[in-house]
């Protein structure tokens, strides 16, 4: 199985604060790299597919980028909505697999 | 707009079958673009891909569940279900029901609400 790596854990930021989340895989998965906003109680939700694609309605204050092995979240400005947890998901190869998540809170 | 429920018993007793069924509505469980999948997520832990399944019946499951999965999909009532057999306290979790795109990079959206699954006796 391919693991997936998440860090921080858990981050502590300000509203519009420049927030980084970064996501290590066992082996490469290419760019087959999707994250997902998980809120209290509630589903996740695509935010980002294939390492760096915006998923429709999503604002563009997130991006994602790397490749390979490597890849990052970044939110640009945080806004209130965005205290929630994070997860990367490799669907390169079955099992699918998640990382472990990021709690992200307010400072 | 596509939406996902999940039904099924909240509480199954150790050693028993867990069944749930998710319920597709505002669009079609045949569309050849979609598998359909099924993740759970034990209580402040991780998310687990337990298996999809394309409405052909073609199946897919988690090795490490696989011998105890069956994922099973009926297109006449637009459903498609989930039964884990012998199930212990580990199996406790929310479980989701989600489309994934059959392309790559193969996301999983939307999701169902999610529901609470208790093994105990």
């Known amino acids: 199985d391919i693991q997936m790596t998440q860090s921080p854990s858990s981050l502590s930021a300000s509203v519009g604060d420049r927030v980084t989340i970064t996501c290590r895989a066992s082996?490469?998965?290419?760019?087959?790299l999707n994250w997902y906003q998980q809120k209290p109680g509630k589903a996740p939700k695509v935010l980002i597919y294939?390492?760096?694609s915006l998923q429709s309605g999503v604002p563009s204050r997130f991006s994602g980028s790397g490749s390979g092995t490597d890849f990052t979240l970044t939110i640009s400005s945080l806004q209130p909505e965005d205290f929630a947890t994070y997860s990367c998901q490799q669907s390169y190869s079955t099992p699918y697999t998640f990382g472990q998540g990021t709690k992200l809170e307010i400072k | 707009q596509l939406q996902l429920q999940e039904s099924g018993p909240g509480l199954v007793k150790p050693s028993e079958t867990l069944s749930l069924s998710c319920d597709v509505s505002?669009?079609?469980?045949?569309?050849?673009?979609?598998?359909w999948g099924w993740i759970r997520q034990p209580p402040g832990k991780g998310l687990e891909w337990i298996g999809n399944?394309?409405?052909?019946?073609?199946?897919y499951y988690n090795p490490s569940l696989k011998s105890r999965v069956t994922i099973s999909v009926d297109t006449s009532r637009n459903r498609f279900s989930l039964k884990l057999s012998f199930v212990t306290a580990a199996d406790t979790a929310v479980y989701y029901c989600?489309?994934?795109?059959?392309?790559?990079?193969?996301?999983?959206?939307?999701w169902g609400q999610g529901t609470l699954v208790t093994v105990s006796s």
């Open positions: 505002g669009g079609s469980l045949s569309s050849p673009s979609h598998y």
């Open positions: 294939g390492t760096s």
């Open positions: 399944i394309y409405y052909s019946g073609s199946t």
């Open positions: 989600a489309r994934r795109y059959y392309s790559v990079p193969g996301w999983f959206d939307p």
């Open positions: 082996q490469s998965i290419s760019s087959y």
